[in-house]
């Protein structure tokens, strides 16, 4: 025994399209409560709404009725007879869904309209007598016949950028060799000798006076003793020459020590006669650079002043070159502000005739009484013909993926069924590009045909039920196998 049969599917496409008719319903009904008839000061205001669609409710119902007889109605070949929802169309009559609004004035309001209506003509009028006008003075370029704009400030004093260096010399100074060397020792070439040894420089006068005495001495001490008998290399001899000759020798010691003294006098007296003669040097040489270095700062001193004084009267013509480029400038300023005044004037003539026509055309607007704006039944949703669709389409791929899951389960178990012989589902409501390709011997057709997603041959269950019925098994899925092998 099968299962029963599943109730049978939503017709969403139905559901969308009754969803269409009411949304268009309430829309309607939304501009007529949106929209009343207004009654006012100044007039009426009336809306007005053509007929709208118009449905066969007994028509539509009796085929819905007729539909959802035919649901889970199978023909011979196990086929749904449901067929398609009734399309709500053909039941339906369409007619002018445009609103009419209707405004009538009162006799004052209207008498005032018309006279805003004749003024305002003859405002265009005299606009277009100014049109005229106007075409006449644009026919013409607009061309500036004033004074031009100054880019220039004419001639301007240099700049003066004072006196260069140089101009009035360099600063000097004073060479030190320029008045001689100081003498840091003096000149002791004129100067005494001292003495060195006894005999020698101021003492060599005084020996030389003695000289000739002590010779003489010497002479009358020999004659004395030859008289005397006494001979040359005896001892009388050698003890009176001794002591002559040491007579002598104490006179040239005394001599020596009196020349000594005269030559360190001497030395004395010339080395400060040249130490004098070189602090006079000296002295001389120093006033002469002083002299010198004050001739030299004065000299400078002169030559910074006339700088000054040129630095001084270069700011002064400066001051003078800036005051006279600030006045140009203003005067440049001056003219060029005169120069767009004048710009702007002409223009404005030029544009004249273009303003009255604004003045004209923007004067004295009609003023027509103002009454509610129609409002409409605001967005009306269209059917959602789309989301059925969808619907539809996720319902159906559920049932065929439930179909499928509990197929592939059956797939599993199946082995023998009916004395060991092989079944399979040949239900024709499984297949599909089902092909005739011959006939049985026993008298049902051989076809082609696919099914769970490959392309078979064999026969169809609902044909071999009728010819060979204990051939025929049902699936508790609710489905019809066959016995190939009763075949």
């Known amino acids: 025994m099968g299962k029963p049969s599943p109730p049978p599917a939503p017709d ?42 118009t449905v066969d409710q007994a028509g539509y119902d009796r085929a819905m009725q007729n539909y959802q007889n035919q649901q889970g109605q199978t023909d011979e070949y196990g086929n749904s007879m449901g067929g398609s929802a009734p399309d709500i169309s053909q039941y339906t009559t369409t007619g002018d869904m445009q609103p009419t609004v209707t405004q009538t004035l009162t006799p004052e309001a209207q008498a005032t309209l018309t006279a805003q209506q004749a003024t305002q003509r003859r405002l265009a ?15 013409t370029p607009f061309n500036y016949n004033g004074p031009q704009i100054q880019t220039s400030l004419g ?13 009035y010399g360099t600063a000097g100074g004073i060479n030190a060799g320029q008045y001689g060397n100081l003498k840091s020792s003096a000149d002791m070439s004129g100067v005494a000798a001292m003495p060195v040894n006894a005999g020698m420089t101021g003492q060599q006068a005084i020996m ?20 005397q008998g006494i001979t040359p290399g005896s001892e009388a001899w050698n003890n009176a020459m001794r002591e002559q000759q040491q007579g002598q020798n104490d006179l040239l010691s005394q001599a020596a020590l009196q020349g000594i003294g005269l030559d360190m006098s001497a030395n004395q ?32 001193a002169a030559m910074a002043q006339n700088y000054g004084q040129a630095g001084t009267s270069a700011g002064l013509y400066n001051q003078a070159a800036a005051q006279q480029f600030n006045q140009n400038l203003g005067a440049a300023q001056f003219g060029n502000t005169a120069t767009q005044q004048a710009y702007q004037q002409q223009l404005a003539q030029y544009n004249q005739p273009l303003n009255q026509i604004a003045a004209l055309m923007g004067g004295s607007q009609i003023q027509a009484p ?16 789309a989301q059925a669709a969808t619907n539809q389409g996720n319902y159906q791929t559920a049932a065929y993926n ?29 297949k599909s590009n089902i092909v005739k390709v011959g006939d049985h011997p026993k008298g049902f057709g051989i076809y082609e045909y696919d099914i769970f997603g490959r392309r078979e041959r064999g026969v169809m269950a609902q044909e071999v039920e009728k010819i060979i019925p204990e051939a025929v098994l049902e699936h508790p899925n609710g489905y019809k196998m066959v016995n190939y092998g009763a075949l």
Request: hydrophobic letters at 35%.
């Open 12 to 53: 969403y496409a139905a559901a969308a399209t009754a969803q269409g008719v009411a949304n268009l319903k309430a829309g309607q009904q939304t501009a007529v409560l949106n929209n009343p008839n207004v009654i006012s000061p100044y007039g009426n205001q009336t809306v007005t709404f053509n007929p709208s669609k």
């Open 208 to 227: 030389n006076r003695l000289q000739p005495q002590l010779a003489q001495q010497s002479a009358a001490t020999a004659q004395q003793l030859a008289n």
């Open 269 to 300: 007296q010339g080395y400060g006669q040249a130490m004098g003669q070189a602090g006079l040097y000296n002295t001389a040489m120093g006033q002469g650079y002083s002299q010198g270095l004050g001739a030299q700062d004065q000299a400078n």
């Open 155 to 167: 001639q301007n004093m240099p700049v003066n950028y004072g006196p260069a260096m140089g101009q």
């Open 402 to 430: 439930a179909q499928m899951g509990a197929l592939g389960g059956l797939y599993s178990g199946l082995g023998s069924i009916g004395g060991g012989a092989l079944a399979k589902y040949s239900d024709i409501r499984l």
């Open 370 to 385: 103002q009454f509610q704006q129609y409002s409409g039944g605001g967005q009306i949703g269209a059917a959602p013909v």
């Open 125 to 139: 009028d005299l606009g277009t007598q100014a049109a005229d006008t106007a075409s006449n003075v644009m026919g």
